[in-house]
């Protein structure tokens, strides 16, 4: 066979594949559940800070751009912000579990996860701006009522079994 026949063969099978995987599911639609309680933040400067490199994936106020409705795309921003959401939820705060971790992660870097950064340069933080919101978030936590989620709900027990 003739190598331009094979490499026409190959574009003709991704193409039909891109095309499928269109049709996948990924999950319940993109939402944005209301919000049901903030933190008692600090300041409007920690909230800023927040919104900018953290809301897409951990509150409910995700700004879904529409290569996030493009498979495989579609699956990993869903499935990002879904299990961001579950972690911590600044939007549903009550709820939120890993809030002891919040200031830890940010001084470390860890987050936002580096697969944001391309389409999100403006989550970038410089190390003034991620010092600010590492101290920002931990005097918010500090303020802010006590969470139920699963890391500190005395409720633990009684989702064993579900
Ligand atoms: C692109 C989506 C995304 C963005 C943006 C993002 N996170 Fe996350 N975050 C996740 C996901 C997914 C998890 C759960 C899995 C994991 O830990 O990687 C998570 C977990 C966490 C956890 C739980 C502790 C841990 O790492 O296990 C904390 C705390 C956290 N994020 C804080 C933040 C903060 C603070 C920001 C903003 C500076 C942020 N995240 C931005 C997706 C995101």
Known sequence: MRIGRILKIVVI??????????LVPYGRAHDNPAVVSE?????????ALAERACFDCHSNETVWPWYSNVAPVSWLVQHDVDEGRQFINFSDWINSGEVDELSEVVNRGEMPPFQYFPTHPEAKLTDAERAALADGL???????????GREHGEHEEHEEGE
């Open 13 to 22: 099978v991704l193409l039909v594949g891109f095309l499928l995987i269109q």
């Open 39 to 47: 933190p008692n933040w600090d300041s409007p400067e920690t909230r």
């Open 138 to 148: 931990a005097a918010t936590v500090a303020q802010s009522p006590a969470t139920t």
